[in-house]
């Protein structure tokens, strides 16, 4: 039988700012991270006191990749099981307002107006 390998589940914790642990998870698991056209400076700060290395931008071998921007599909496709990234696919539909419109007029059609009549 196969068995399925379990990843730890990390809880962020902003008090760990002002009472760090002397045994973070992201470094009793080495954790990594790397930041992709982004400045997140608490983002950064967070990530690095509950114990991930921060990692080049470059490096495919990371277990967070907060971007500022969307990744390309294949970025997505071709993450591994245990990589996290700040986005999820085709995140925009839900900030861009002629997404929005779009997909609710959709719905308008496939599930009748009034059920989204509140445009």
Do not use: C
């Not at 068995?3 to 470094?27: D, M, W």
């Not at 277990?63 to 599909?73: A, D, L």
């Not at 959709?106 to 445009?119: D, E």
């Amino acid at each position: 039988s196969m068995e399925q390998k379990r990843y730890p589940i990390v809880v962020f914790n902003p008090v760990a700012l002002s009472q760090p642990s002397s045994t973070p998870v992201g470094r009793r698991y080495h954790l990594t991270f790397k930041m992709v056209q982004a400045e997140a400076k608490i983002v950064s700060q967070i990530l690095q006191v509950h114990g991930f290395q921060e990692i080049s931008s470059s490096n495919q071998d990371f277990n967070i990749m907060w971007t500022g921007s969307h990744p390309n599909p294949h970025i997505f496709k071709s993450m591994l099981p245990h990589q996290r990234v700040n986005h999820f696919p085709r995140s925009y539909e839900l900030t861009r307002k002629d997404r929005m419109y779009k997909n609710i007029e959709r719905l308008q059609i496939a599930k009748g107006p009034k059920h989204f009549n509140f445009i």
